[in-house]
Structure formats: structure tokens, C-alpha cells
Nanobody
């Protein structure tokens, strides 16, 4: 399974970015997708997840109401729309997926087996 993130960059506070995660190597639509982030010196933090058919989404408290996760199973791609960005959103953003199938949208980092290389998001004040 290969995951490739794109869409990161430098943005001013209050701005928006959309991250993409292109997946390959197996049937994309059967598994949940998630975004995590990690800032220097901090632990990896859950951002958002979506289950296989988009019927369930889950968000970290710090991004609720500002970020939206989605997926296009026909394009094997997951997205993270980030609005009202804050300097504290600055981090390396990773997409991830699981080895096992789940009916829901897990948030625990230990449940995710496959990871992309990350895309940097920097929000200036």
C-alpha cells in the first residue's frame, strides 16, 4: 500500500489549504482513511478520519468546525480541507490507513498501519 500526500505549503493565519492523499496498492474503498499531524517536539496527533463509505467522520477537538475530511473512492484519494488556519496548526501532516477493515472511523494512531511520507503545513501569524 502506498500513500502520497500533497497540497501542503505556507499560508497566513485565517487562510485555507486542501491536502490530498493518493492511495494505491489495494482496494481503496474498503478501508478507513485518516489524517494525523506532528509538530517538532510533539507527539503525533489525530486530526480526522473517515470510514469506508463516508457515513462516519471523526475529528480531533482542536480542528472541529474548521477542518473537513472527505474521500473519493473512484479516484482512490482522500482529502483534508483546512479552513481558518491558525499558527498552532503548523505541522507535518500524514495520511494513514489500516490493514484491517473497520465499520467506523478510528482515531487511535496504533490502529493505522500504512503511512504516507507527510506534507508540511506552515501557518504564519
Amino acid at each position: 500500500v502506498q500513500l502520497v500526500e500533497s497540497g501542503g505549503g505556507l499560508v497566513q493565519a485565517g487562510g485555507s489549504l486542501r491536502l490530498s492523499c493518493a492511495a494505491s496498492g489495494r482496494t481503496f474503498s474498503s478501508y478507513p482513511m485518516a489524517w494525523f499531524r506532528q509538530a517538532p517536539g510533539k507527539e503525533r496527533e489525530f486530526v480526522a478520519s473517515v470510514n469506508w463509505d463516508l457515513s462516519m467522520t471523526n475529528y480531533g477537538d482542536s480542528v472541529k468546525g474548521r477542518f473537513t475530511i472527505s474521500r473519493d473512492n473512484a479516484k482512490n484519494t482522500a482529502y483534508l480541507q483546512m479552513n481558518s488556519l491558525k499558527p498552532e496548526d503548523t505541522a507535518l501532516y500524514y495520511c494513514a490507513t489500516t490493514k484491517e477493515t473497520f465499520w467506523n472511523a478510528p482515531s487511535r494512531v496504533t490502529l493505522y498501519d500504512y503511512w504516507g511520507q507527510g506534507t508540511q503545513v506552515t501557518v504564519s501569524s
